[in-house]
């Protein structure tokens, strides 16, 4: 495994400036020379003025957040990563990565969760470029190998989760969105390790039941929640009848039997519990009649 070593380049434009004289000094040379008549002259000018040309061509720039990774007819001399107008030898051929930070949406996959139910899932990777030479040498396409490496490690945090909490549980898909993103964060990293590359960020982007099964599941959840909600309400509606007899035992404003208490419990409970507004009937006769 190649590991990165800084290359420390020699500044461009004393350079650039030192060779455009030389070239000038050739040039004057020439002319020199043909005053003179002198092939020899001109041939040593041309020469030197040749030779500078060639040594232009070391001559490369590095932005910022950029890295140029230098090898030398296969062997890998360094990287150089100050940025602005620089030098290296002319043998040395430059490959430019870039160490800025970038995004990766991966595709709608279509897989089965913890409980095998199928689902689509997608997700957004931020990530950058910190080995450059890693990124260069020890991968084909480091940019290929992120989209590759991410959509399977979303497939494999995507299996080991359910989409929805239940009792056998404690961590779903959809409910603990900090914890799965954390958990998809730490698969790609592992992934991408080596080939020099840092995940910045990942979390879901998109969650939902596949089409074949979403409607039965919307059933489900409807289901679930109206059984929590007359749950909710049914224990609401207790209390409140076990208030109401207490406060008319307790302020002594009538006593009632034990059937005449179970027909006022039952009067009451469905008043509480039903979808609908409550029709009252007046007796007008006594209260046994």
Request: glycine fraction near 6%; charged fraction near 20%; charge should be negative.
């Amino acid at each position: 495994m190649i590991t990165e070593r800084q290359y420390a380049a020699l500044p461009g434009l004393p350079m650039l400036l030192g060779l455009l004289a030389i070239l000038g000094v050739g040039g004057y040379g020439i002319w020199i020379g043909a005053e003179a008549d002198s092939v020899w002259i001109i041939l040593a000018s041309v020469l030197v003025m040749a030779v500078t040309g060639f040594l232009l061509a070391g001559l490369f720039i590095v932005n910022p957040n950029e890295a140029k990774v230098l090898q030398f007819f296969g062997d890998y001399v360094g990287t150089a990563k100050a940025p602005g107008l620089r030098w290296a030898n002319p043998f040395y051929t430059k490959k430019t990565v870039t160490l800025r930070v970038r995004n990766f949406e991966s595709s709608k996959l279509k897989v089965n969760d913890l409980e095998g139910s199928p689902i689509e899932i997608a997700s957004v990777v931020v990530w950058q470029v910190h080995d450059a030479s890693e990124a260069v040498f020890n991968v084909d396409d480091y940019e290929n190998f992120v989209q590759v490496q991410s959509e399977a490690a979303l497939r494999q945090m995507a299996t080991s989760y359910p989409y929805d909490l239940h009792e056998e549980h404690k961590i779903a898909l959809r409910s603990h969105a900090n914890e799965i993103n954390e958990h998809l964060r730490n698969e790609i990293q592992e992934r991408l390790a080596q080939a020099g590359l840092t995940v910045v960020e990942a979390r879901v982007s998109h969650l939902a039941y596949a089409p074949e099964i979403a409607q039965a599941m919307l059933q489900r959840q409807q289901a679930a929640a109206i059984i929590a909600a007359r749950t909710r309400i049914v224990e609401g509606a207790v209390t409140m009848v076990h208030m109401a007899l207490e406060q008319l035992a307790k302020k002594d404003v009538v006593h009632l039997d034990e059937e005449r208490k179970a027909a006022m419990v039952s009067n009451l409970l469905v008043v509480l519990c039903s979808d609908n507004d409550a029709q009252p009937v007046i007796n007008t006769g006594t209260l046994y009649t």
